[in-house]
């Protein structure tokens, strides 16, 4: 089993940064891809962005390109986005997940392991 756990939400003002870090442990993957998604009330869990584990090939969605970015630190087991100019819009539960193909995907339901959430407020 995977375990992931996400840390780093918080409370901003509108054109300020966060970033947020997901912590995996438990069973490892030579290749693998692991996703950020973000849910408010109301809505559906929504994809923001993912990267595949052995090469790093990210990709994002309309609403955050140019503003996200996506890494990885292979020796801690750790992948991050830096969320920057972030909106109103952007205020969510922020999770991780983790999927065990090597394909990118942005359907929560391609992704079999997740973390418990971190919320993300954006005061306008």
């Known amino acids: 089993q995977v375990q992931l756990v996400e840390s780093g939400g918080g409370l901003v003002q509108t054109g300020g940064s966060l970033r947020l870090s997901c912590a995996a442990s438990g069973r490892t993957f030579s290749n693998y891809v692991m996703g950020w998604f973000r849910q408010t009330p109301g809505k559906e869990r929504e994809f923001v962005a993912a990267?595949?584990?052995?090469?790093?090939?990210?990709y994002y969605a309309d609403s955050v390109e140019g503003r996200f970015t996506i890494s990885k630190d292979g020796a801690k087991n750790t992948m991050y986005v830096q969320m920057n100019s972030l909106k109103p819009e952007d205020t969510a539960d922020y999770y991780c997940?983790?999927?065990?193909?090597?394909?990118?995907?942005?359907?929560?339901?391609?992704?079999?392991?997740w973390g418990q959430g971190t919320q993300v407020t954006v005061s306008s």
């Open positions: 990267i595949r584990w052995s090469d790093g090939n990210t």
């Open positions: 997940a983790a999927r065990s193909l090597p394909s990118l995907s942005r359907s929560p339901s391609g992704y079999r392991y």
